[in-house]
């Protein structure tokens, strides 16, 4: 990421659209391999490092885990070429009450105005509704609990979170606003196009108080999409319009990456077709295709790395390279 912060550009922006176009990676990004992720590796989230290179965030699983009854916490992995990854040693985010006594997952880190890092991710705890929370690092690698709940209601499950640099709400502000876009699900979880599991946005002034925006980003409508929406990647192109990935859900299907696009980042017209499908039986991607996440390569292409299970429940990161 850039060591001068460029409000809107800091993160989750192309200049290029990686538009729809994508060819399946012969490789495993991040593999069943560590005692802290050999049973489980879910929902990446990859950023730029200042001096070049990539850290990809991810949740985990495995026999290494401090809270014996949790059943996920949020690791990395760092590359120089987005292709070849070494795991960071320990945990970025383990699990802690009363929020996430059970579950730390799918987290999505910006940089901050002062030079810190935030990360967004979901947390859950027994018998209640996800929400949203948030944690500082210094390093990118060390992350601190913020406190408080960035959204959630005791109603609804919030999740997913993918956030965004807007331009400030007032012409001549310099301070840009955050927008966070994420799922909202039913609790507990009911499927059917008019169930409401949708992707909506809110929007803060610091990053920290968040309020929903009016509408729906993304709505069920399709045959894809009678379980849930969900797992909004979001993307600033250089022409000031936005792309969106994100997974679609049926009781039968396990996801499968779609697309939109939007000139506003508010109101946005789905695209016809499938990014990324579930692959063949004995394939690893045979049984789920899910959470993606897109980086530039640098060289007009860019790689979607995204959550998947084969025939036989393991669940891994694998990838995507735009043509």
């Known amino acids: 990421m850039p060591t001068t912060f460029t409000g809107s550009n800091a993160v989750h922006f192309e200049a290029t659209d990686p538009g729809t176009a994508w060819t399946k990676d012969p490789w495993i990004a991040i593999d069943l391999d560590t005692p802290l992720d050999s049973e489980r590796v879910l929902t990446p989230n990859v950023i730029r490092l200042p001096g070049g290179g990539f850290r990809l965030y991810y949740t985990g699983l495995g ?165 849930s929406v969900y797992s909004p990647e979001v993307i600033l192109l250089g022409d000031g319009t936005y792309r969106m990935y994100y997974a679609g859900w049926t009781d039968e299907i396990a996801g499968g990456v779609f697309s939109a696009t939007s000139h506003d980042g508010l109101h946005w017209v789905k695209d016809d077709g499938i990014c990324v499908e579930l692959g063949a039986r004995g394939d690893w991607d045979s049984k789920m295709v899910s959470e993606p996440c897109v980086i530039g390569l640098g060289d007009g292409r860019a790689r979607l790395f995204y959550e998947a299970r084969d025939d036989h429940g393991r669940c891994r990161i694998l990838s995507a390279t735009s043509y």
Request: with cysteine.
């Open 63 to 227: 026999p290494g885990r401090a809270v014996p009854d949790c059943i996920g916490y949020i690791l990395s992995a760092s590359s120089k070429d987005a292709v070849t990854w070494v795991k960071d040693p320990g945990v970025r985010v383990d699990v802690f009450p009363p929020h996430a006594a059970l579950w730390t997952l799918c987290p999505d880190v910006i940089p901050l105005p002062d030079g810190r890092y935030r990360m967004y991710f979901e947390a859950r705890s027994p018998d209640q509704p996800t929400v949203i929370l948030s944690a500082v690092s210094d390093d990118g690698l060390a992350f601190t609990a913020e406190p408080g709940v960035r959204v959630g209601d005791g109603r609804w499950s919030y999740g997913t979170p993918r956030c965004v640099y807007v331009e400030p709400a007032v012409p001549g502000e310099s301070a840009p606003r955050y927008r966070l876009y994420h799922h909202k699900y039913t609790f507990p979880l009911v499927s059917g196009l008019d169930a409401g599991n949708e992707i909506i946005s809110a929007v803060s002034a610091d990053g920290l108080h968040f309020e929903r925006e009016p509408g729906v980003r993304i709505a069920q409508e399709t045959a894809r999409e009678t379980l």
